[in-house]
């Protein structure tokens, strides 16, 4: 049967009570050392699970911003194309009006100066037609063309009842439903009011 170490040393033997004390002393700097690392890594410092849980929610608001950032750009890209169709035809609008009004100055110079070149000379003895007075003129052109743009007072108030439905809850598409406009115009004014 073979001793454990410590009963084969000799208390009075010098080299082996310094060994044994060296040992012990080694041992307790080992388990103190750990000690101190377990309590550095304590509460304070995330497990590998912890850190994991915490990657994944790092990703996952990574995803939801790019997501968002995906929707922001369409957004954007719907909201710019509409502005460049309602500014083409605001310029058609504005070419359709300019020669209208090109129309009717020549209409009215008519009158003032000679007959109009448009229609057929009349025949000997036929009297000449009268032209027709600039009012007559305005009235027809009137009747005949709505004018599409609207007044700064009217615009404010469409903007006002669109706000004032938006707060109430009502989504762009029943807002456009319920006030007759298209749904680009009231989300336009809705991102312009944001902004």
């Known amino acids: 049967m073979t001793l454990p170490l410590l009963a084969q040393l000799n208390p009075n033997d010098p080299i082996s009570l310094g060994l044994l004390i060296v040992g012990v002393v080694f041992i307790s700097a080992w388990l103190l050392m750990r000690i101190r690392k377990r309590s550095v890594h ?7 699970r912890e850190n994991l849980e915490r990657y994944k929610q790092q990703d996952g608001v990574r995803n939801d911003l790019e997501g968002l950032m995906v929707e922001i750009e369409q957004l954007a890209k719907r909201l710019g194309n509409q502005l460049d169709t309602k500014s083409m035809r605001l310029e058609k609008l504005i070419d359709e009006a300019d020669l209208r009004i ?3 100055q020549k209409a009215m110079r008519d009158e003032h100066g000679k ?3 448009a229609g057929p000379a009349p025949a000997a003895g036929e009297p000449t037609p009268k032209p027709a007075s600039p009012e007559a003129i305005t009235k027809q052109l009137s009747e005949v063309v709505e004018s599409p ?3 700064e007072a009217q615009t404010q108030q469409l903007t006002d ?3 004032r439905l938006a707060d109430a809850g009502k989504s762009a598409e029943d807002i456009a439903k319920q006030l007759g406009e298209h749904v680009g115009k009231i989300e336009l004014i809705l991102a312009l009011r944001k902004s």
């Open 161 to 163: 009842e669109v706000a």
């Open 149 to 151: 743009l609207t007044t």
């Open 115 to 117: 007959l109009p070149d």
């Open 102 to 104: 090109a129309q009717l």
């Open 42 to 48: 304590g509460p304070d410092h995330p497990t590998a």
